[in-house]
């Protein structure tokens, strides 16, 4: 899974794409830390790595989408689900990930975010502990 490639260092960046200009566009800057929590129905967070590098792309063609994943698919390392899901969209955020560490796990409160998306711009991590 994607939490466990990051923590063993196998995979060094994240991707979120969409057709329009929407989170993490514009929200995640170097030296961010971005904590993850495993997708698995427990909502603990579970590591957290800092930013080393963030590229945002202006509005892309599909083949430049497709040309821009395949020339990062060594850090990417996605899947082929992936791969499917992120090539061709028109706006992409690739975001490079150093140093990241298992953390003993916790739980947020979410209460305050009405749209849960995947991304969750929270500022001080200790104001959403649960």
Do not use: C, H
């Not at 514009?26 to 129905?41: E, P």
């Not at 969209?89 to 796990?105: G, S, T």
Request: glycine content about 6%.
């Amino acid at each position: 899974n994607e939490l466990e490639a990051l923590i063993t260092g196998t995979k060094t960046m994240v991707i979120r794409g969409a057709a329009g200009r929407k989170l993490p566009y514009g929200r995640v800057f170097v030296n961010d830390t971005l904590y993850f929590i495993k997708n698995d129905g427990e909502g603990k967070v579970q590591a957290k790595a800092i930013v080393a590098d963030v590229f945002q792309s202006e509005k892309m063609t599909e083949d430049e989408s497709i040309s821009l994943i395949e020339k990062n698919q060594d850090k990417l390392r996605l899947t082929e689900k992936q791969y499917k899901r992120w090539s061709g969209k028109r706006y992409l955020i690739l975001i490079q990930v150093d140093k990241v560490d298992v953390i003993d796990p916790f739980v947020i409160d979410k209460s305050n975010y009405e749209n849960m998306d995947d991304w969750l711009p929270v500022g001080n991590i200790d104001e959403v502990r649960a």
